[in-house]
Each structure stands twice: as C-alpha cells, then as structure tokens.
C-alpha cells in the first residue's frame, strides 16, 4: 500500500488543528502512555505486548463534542531462527470526540476516527525486512479530569488496523493515562454584549 492515506492524513490534520482553536472553548496539548496488546496471535508471539508512547492534542467545543488528534509510537525486538529482527512502528490518528455531562472536575468522553500506521522490520545488519503502510479505525472512551491548567485523563481505546500486503497487523487493545496542558484561548464575547457602544 502508497503512503499517499497518511500523507493525506498529516496534511489535513495541522489543518484541523490550525483553524479549530479559533471556534473552541478549550484547546489542550499533551503526553501519554499506553500498555498495548496486540489481539493478532502471531503478533502478540513475535512481539509481545508493551509500552507505547504518544503526543496528542484536542479541541472542545461548546455543544460537548471535540476534535482529537495523537501521533504515537512504538518499538520492539523479535528473535526468530537465532536472529534479531527490530519493528518500529508510527501513526497518526484523527477523531471525532464527545464529551458526556460530568460535573466541574470531571469529563467522560466518548470518540471514533481513523488510524493511519506505518511500520518498518530491520534485521540485526539494518536491513528493511518489511515496510507497510496500512488505514484503519480506532474507538476509545476515557475520564478526563479539569484541573485548572492541566488536564490527567485515563482511556482504553481499541484498534483495528488491516495487516496490509506485509502481514504487520497491529490492531488490539490499549489501556494508558495521559496528561494535556490547557492552551489559554480568547474569551468569546457574549452576543448580548456585541456591538454595544461603550
């Protein structure tokens, strides 16, 4: 497969996040940490599950629903046949998010979008082994917590993301916190309050 999705996928999404901040009540960057488990035996065997790291960021609106994006990577070490085979994997996902009624300190939240990975097999010599490029979905729910300036949040998302022509199937499960930094934004005016002479 091309890697025109993903390339499609990382020209749209600095759009998205370029323009969003401008009708958003709140705009947030952050970290995360997720504990992944391959749900592909033959993955789970070679590969094992293990840690994953993240940056992602969110836009929220006023009507409870959001806009997320997150770029995360992974990397792991195989032995088959006596030799040494390293897979390092990146991708770039992009949601639609929506936020539950909670209360002032909590938000549970709810989202879907699409997962664009790219993953690249090196033996001990650095040799490219496999290189794949392949689209998927993603779902995932999560309780965010509204402290002034920082946001700390848990998730569990799953993953299905098709094995593509080199048989790297990385969908499963992921389990992980995170924590986003509130991005100050302009106080929108009240409509009652525009366009009053002083």
Do not use: H
């Not at 006023?62 to 994006?69: C, M, P």
């Not at 992980?176 to 002479?197: D, H």
């Amino acid at each position: 497969m091309k890697l025109k999705p993903i390339l499609w996928m990382c020209l749209l999404a600095p759009a998205v996040l370029l323009s969003g901040p401008a009708l958003a009540v709140e705009d947030e960057f952050g970290v995360d940490v997720y504990y992944f488990d391959p749900t592909n035996d033959v993955m789970r065997e070679f590969y094992k599950p293990g840690m994953v790291y993240g940056l992602d960021g969110r836009l929220w609106f006023d009507n409870g629903f959001g806009l997320g994006s997150d770029l995360g990577w992974f990397d792991r070490t195989r032995t088959y046949a006596g030799e040494d085979f390293n897979l390092t994997a990146y991708w770039l996902e992009l949601n639609m998010m929506y936020s539950l009624k909670g209360s002032n300190l909590l938000r549970p939240y709810f989202g879907a979008g699409v997962s664009a990975q790219y993953s690249i097999e090196k033996d001990v010599n650095g040799t490219e082994t496999v290189n794949n490029t392949t689209v998927g979905y993603q779902v995932d729910t999560g309780l965010e917590f509204k402290l002034k300036w920082f946001r700390p949040y848990v998730q569990v998302s799953y993953r299905d993301v098709p094995a593509g022509p080199e048989k790297i199937d990385l969908s499963g499960w992921m389990a992980g916190v995170g924590v986003q930094f509130l991005i100050p934004t302009p106080k929108k005016m009240p409509p009652s309050a525009q366009g009053v002479e002083p």
